[in-house]
């Protein structure tokens, strides 16, 4: 499974120890940056290309780091195919992609340790969208959204 990763300096100590990790776990990483701590940068920076490449499906998931997650999460969801999440739990882990079918898990990397990331991460990777028509109804009119002018 393709992977893309990304975070600003908030969430850059926990990318760079997730890198190591998923490479050993032999996933296939796309790193978007950043590749420097420098404490003045911006999530959006790095958070929104990682985003298109999901939306595009140049990635099949990503995961998006700052300092809450928080950030990450709200620039990931301004692009159209994008569901990301902030992720604290492992049941909202799995949960999202099997009924929400959720391509983005968003960490925060002032708030998330390394060994509950992996873990998170994991349920993430593992997980499948059910299909379910009920889910697939609400996904509808989630993704009809997206297409709606202002």
Do not use: W
């Not at 990450?72 to 902030?86: I, Q």
């Amino acid at each position: 499974m393709k992977i893309g990763i990304a975070a600003d300096h908030g969430g850059f100590e926990l990318k760079a120890i997730m890198v190591t990790f998923l490479e050993h776990a032999g996933y296939e990483l796309v790193d978007f940056g950043a590749f420097k701590l420098d404490e003045k940068d911006d999530y959006p920076d790095f958070i929104i290309p990682l985003a298109e490449a999901v939306a595009f499906k140049k990635v099949e998931r990503g995961i998006a780091i700052c300092g809450s997650g928080v950030g990450a999460s709200v620039a990931a969801n301004k692009v159209a195919g994008v569901r990301a999440a902030l992720i604290h739990d492992h049941f909202s882990a799995h949960q999202g992609i099997e009924d929400d079918d959720m391509n983005i898990i968003c960490l925060g990397g002032r708030v998330t340790g390394f060994m509950a990331a992996e873990e998170l991460i994991l349920s993430f990777l593992g997980a499948n969208f059910t299909g379910e028509e009920r889910h697939k109804r609400r996904l509808q009119k989630v993704q009809a959204l997206e297409k709606k002018e202002l």
